[in-house]
């Protein structure tokens, strides 16, 4: 039988379901992992232990009165810290914007405890989400689990590894230019970015309001699935948007592979990308070089462009008043967008359109796209020139700029233990669809199901404890 920290979310609500299983003793086995590895590991800013043991007991007296809300019923949630939740502090990891009490959640917290879930705490983000491990803020970066030396991917990096070793079995993060899909890749999990729209982001902190989006991140693809099931938007004029198909082949199914963005990946994630190909050749599917895409730098120039200038007028006031408060690394970025002009922001708005436009052309006909996720496997976390250097060579951010949906889950292991991943690329609202084909490729292998060395990285850790 498996450890309660192992279950995935479908599991855990059906053994809640059955009445093996309580909220409340499900919390505690949360609770118990992020008190052993959490100082090893600096995956939460803040564990909301006694509201969550509130939550979890009137989730165990619903289920006696009437039965579960839904799949998530007791299934504890971690929160990227750049999202309120009422009555708790939102720190956006930054001595810069503290918000004591939020004073309402955001929707997307409303929603899911409008499910059922337990919101168990706030996780480590980078500043602001600005993208980098930063050692001069309050709070200490998470660390990869796989290899703590080395960074977990961002910025939704607590979400990653409080996922990834069981502290929680689901987390919401944001994701601007990849960061939901980034901790997902270097820690081994499964992370989705939903089309731009499709997940309220009301009162979540901002970095670039035309980019950033909601999403899910968990072990498996169908807990994804679940998530995103009750934290996407309703009606309001929006796209009626499928359950997952639960595809055990891929036959009939024309899936495009985007070269372009392949290109100048690590040897070594290329060589695990190929497999994956050949997995999805073996499950059925029809694999179709994609023509006539605009270049990788393109994408992520017209990305950087958007972002570093609408984030910089979010911060200009406080940058003008505050500089020093800032961490350097997120100081550094959010600055860059002082240099851009209006006529450069308008341009990049119109890149933006035609970009979609080539995008939507070259996956036409086509049921879905796949790709590399990362470029690079992660670096040392302490090596600023390697972080600067390494940490933007990804294949995430062409889809915040056409705003398609894509899911990041794991294919295999570098020599050094480090997890690779890749993305399956959609038409916009198809959320189904490519969380069926990932389905398909995952329920084919076993990656999903592997698990960081903890008790080998927390034990020697645990003895002094973490110091930043």
Request: with cysteine.
């Amino acid at each position: 039988m498996k450890p309660i920290n192992d279950l995935s979310i479908a599991e855990a609500s059906e053994q809640i379901a059955a009445r093996k299983l309580g909220p409340q003793e499900l919390l505690a086995a949360c609770l118990q992992r992020i008190e052993a590895l959490d100082p090893a590991l600096n995956a939460f800013i803040h564990v909301a232990a006694e509201p969550a043991r509130r939550e979890a007991a009137l989730r165990e007296e619903e289920l006696d009165r009437h039965g579960p809300r839904s799949p998530l019923h007791g299934i504890p949630v971690a929160i990227k810290d750049i999202i309120d939740v009422e009555s708790e502090a939102t720190t956006a990891h930054s001595r810069i914007f503290v918000t004591p009490r939020a004073e309402r959640d955001a929707r997307v917290i409303s929603q899911l405890r409008a499910a059922g879930a337990v919101i168990i705490g706030k996780t480590a983000l980078h500043e602001y989400a600005t993208g980098g491990p930063s050692f001069d803020l309050p709070w200490p970066p998470a660390r990869n689990p796989w290899l703590r030396a080395n960074h977990p991917g961002g910025s939704s990096s607590g979400s990653g590894v409080a996922v990834a070793c069981g502290m929680v079995p689901a987390a919401i993060g944001t994701d601007t230019a990849g960061s939901v899909r980034h901790p997902a890749t270097a820690c081994g999990i499964v992370g989705l970015k939903p089309t731009y729209g499709a997940v309220s982001v009301d009162r979540v902190f901002p970095l670039s309001s035309s980019l950033d989006h909601v999403g899910p991140m968990a072990r498996t693809v169908r807990d994804c699935s679940l998530l995103f099931d009750a934290v996407r938007l309703h009606g309001d004029g929006m796209p009626t948007n499928r359950p997952m198909e639960f595809r055990q082949h891929l036959k009939g199914l024309k899936i495009g592979v985007i070269d372009e963005f392949n290109a100048e990946a690590d040897p070594e994630i290329l060589q695990a990308f190929q497999a994956a190909l050949d997995v999805l050749k073996q499950l059925g599917a029809a694999l179709v070089p994609l023509k006539g895409l605009p270049t990788l730098a393109q994408f992520t120039g017209c990305g950087r462009l958007l972002l570093e200038a609408e984030s910089y007028a979010i911060h200009a006031a406080w940058l003008a008043d505050r500089p020093q408060d800032y961490g350097e690394r997120g100081r550094t970025k959010l600055l860059r967008g002082r240099q851009i002009d209006a006529l450069s922001y308008d341009e990049a708005l119109r890149d933006r359109n035609e970009l979609r436009r080539r995008f939507s052309g070259a996956i036409h006909g086509l049921d879905a796209a796949v790709c590399v996720s990362s470029l690079e496997l992660p670096c040392a976390i302490d090596d600023e020139e390697a972080i600067d250097r390494t940490y933007n060579r990804q294949a995430r951010t062409p889809f915040n700029v056409t705003g398609s949906p894509a899911i990041a889950l794991p294919i295999g292991f570098a020599r050094s233990g480090l997890p690779i991943g890749m993305q399956v690329v959609g038409h916009h609202y198809a959320e189904a669809m490519i969380l069926g084909v990932a389905h398909a490729y995952e329920q084919a292998n076993a990656w999903h199901s592997m698990r960081p060395p903890l008790p080998e990285l927390a034990a020697p850790e645990l003895e002094k404890g973490y110091q930043p």
